[in-house]
């Protein structure tokens, strides 16, 4: 009889264990190897409704640009705007001949001729301002001046395999059309190899070593590489088979030199010539005078962009901008250590804090969850930006990366967090309001067993029953 006492409690004592939510999330097989750091806390009590390793810094993917996006709201404000500069230099005669050149001078804009903010048809606004200007015709060159950037572009602590594609574009003083180019394909039968009809936008220069294979999959899964600045690319990979045109995207290796190009075109479709051909090379540093003073939109929607899409290029592009609070030129080390600075002045634990680039593409890169939801404290509470920050969010079951987590569930339309997704990384950080109450998360997961989708589902779990016991 107290043989069977003694089972009787160890089976009641492994049914409770096995209920907690937490012990249920990390005990999975597919999360009980994992790297793992996990804090959820209740706004305003400072209540830990769960914890696991909150301080162990993890690769936070695309979690990282919480904190671009925050630092960039709070050293620049919702209502900044990036400029670009149309100046020239030279002497400008009655007849309206320019003898000198006509210089774009970047201001590290994300949105110039992007899809996703902002007007790409802008062109025809620059034409109308040379003309106001009086210049009927130029002697000399459209220069393309990017050096408010340094000449880096691409981070050096990205993976060889992402460099050239779309998402891992170059950070430049001048971006355009969101440093992307669609390379359209046509593929043939299973074996052969795809056939290249066109790039969009046309960039002439550009070549490629084409080893992609049509196969029998239904997705994309080609790959370009590419180093910075080069025209030449390498593709492997494959497509589906059997297609009249099929789209892969890539980056644009000079966004600043085409934009000159593409400047130079309108200018002569308008009736302005120009003596020579454009450049993004600044020969000599010249007195010049400001034409054109071309804004982008604020802050708050490019930030907006940012999150709610995971738009790895705005986030660069913010990033490198920020080491120019107190840097003569945007480097990447130069923004990690405004960000540090400014973060260890609000006392957050930047020990806990590796970072290398803005967007979170780098597998250096490495957060905790304490300092995520320390981030997302100060944001809410503290921040004159709160609103801001907090609309930049996708919302579960509704908005971009979290269009389809939590939906149908009791959470749709209740979290709003930025998530993070590389091989082998998911993450999500951010806040969930139930019940006349907010909620701070993070939830870090690296190196986990099983597939990313799979383990999406046990983190809605595990954030489903932390919401049951929370009220």
Known sequence: MKIKLIVLSLLLSTSLFASNPLDDFINNPMIQNANVSLLVKELGTNKIISQYRPNNSTIPASTMKLVTTATALELLGPSFCFQTKLEIDGTLNASGVLNGNLYIY?????TLGSEKVGNPNFLPQWVEAVKKAGIKKINGQIVADGTLFDEEGVNPKWTWEDIGNYYAAG??????????????????????????????????????DNHLTSTEIDSDSAYFYGAPKSNHRIIRGEIPANRMEFVIKGDIPNPSLLLAEHFQNALKQAGISVSEQPSDIVKRVTERKLIHLHNSPPLSEIIAETNVHSNNGYAEEIFRYLALKSNPLATSNGAIREIRSFWKEKQLPINQLFMYDGCGLSPLDAVSSNFFVELLTYMKTKSSSSEAFFNSLPISGKTGT?????????????????????????????????????????????????????VTRKMEEFLLQISNTAK
């Open 106 to 110: 970047g201001g590290g804009d994300p």
């Open 171 to 208: 950070a430049y003083g001048i971006s355009y059309m969101d440093n992307m180019y669609r390379l359209v394909l046509r593929s043939g039968l299973i074996g052969t190899t795809p056939e290249i009809l066109r790039t969009e936008p046309e960039i002439a220069s550009l070549t490629f």
């Open 402 to 454: 979290l269009t389809h987590f939590l939906s149908k569930t009791p959470l749709q339309g209740k979290v709003h967090a930025k998530s993070g997704t590389i091989s082998g990384v998911k993450c999500y950080a951010g806040y969930i309001e139930l019940n006349n109450k907010t909620y701070v998360f993070s939830i870090l997961l690296n190196h986990f067993n099983g597939t990313s989708k799979a």
